[in-house]
């Protein structure tokens, strides 16, 4: 019977064998540690596809979404125009003392100057006339103002009226 710790029967001593297991050991440790990088390799290869197409998609969805706002500011535009276009032809159908209070009730002078301007001249010519008292006439001249910083010729007509009217 065979000592603990001794050699077995039918086993050769490490030193006979270690240089061949070595070899064989190392070549089944590089293959693996090849097998492995390949394998890497592909989840890499995966990995970046998957991003890339993640990107494209993104980048899909971020120019669907511009073009959505940008259809939804553009439809919101045309409303506002239509509102605006429906504002300024019920003001030129009121009494011009009814819209110059209408003028007047803005909290922005460059929106009732605007409005003057998108009037026929002689309706605006109209309502800036009949801002003849005080408080009203010096809240027009703020308006005419406004209304001739953005368009002189147009300015200078209206103004003209508005301190000729003056008490």
Do not use: C
């Not at 019977?1 to 001593?13: D, L, Y």
């Amino acid at each position: 019977m065979p000592v603990a710790g001794g050699p077995r029967a039918g086993s050769t001593t490490t030193s006979e064998t270690s240089p061949a297991l070595s070899d064989r050991e190392m070549e089944v440790v590089h293959r693996e540690a090849e097998r492995i990088k390949a394998e890497i390799d592909q989840r890499l290869a995966l990995a970046n596809s998957i991003m890339l197409k993640v990107r494209t998609e993104r980048e899909a969805f971020r120019k669907d979404r511009d073009t959505a706002a940008q259809q939804e500011q553009a439809a919101q535009a045309r409303q506002q125009d239509e509102g605006y276009r429906k504002e300024i032809a019920i003001l030129e159908s009121l009494s011009s003392k009814m819209a110059l209070q209408h003028l007047l009730g803005l909290n922005d002078p460059d929106q009732a100057a605007t409005m003057l301007m998108a009037m026929d001249t002689d309706r605006a010519k109209k309502i800036v006339e009949s801002a003849k008292r005080g408080e009203d006439l010096a809240r027009m001249k703020v308006i005419v103002q406004r209304l001739r910083d953005v368009s002189p010729s147009r300015g200078n007509d209206l103004r003209a009226e508005a301190i000729g009217e003056a008490p």
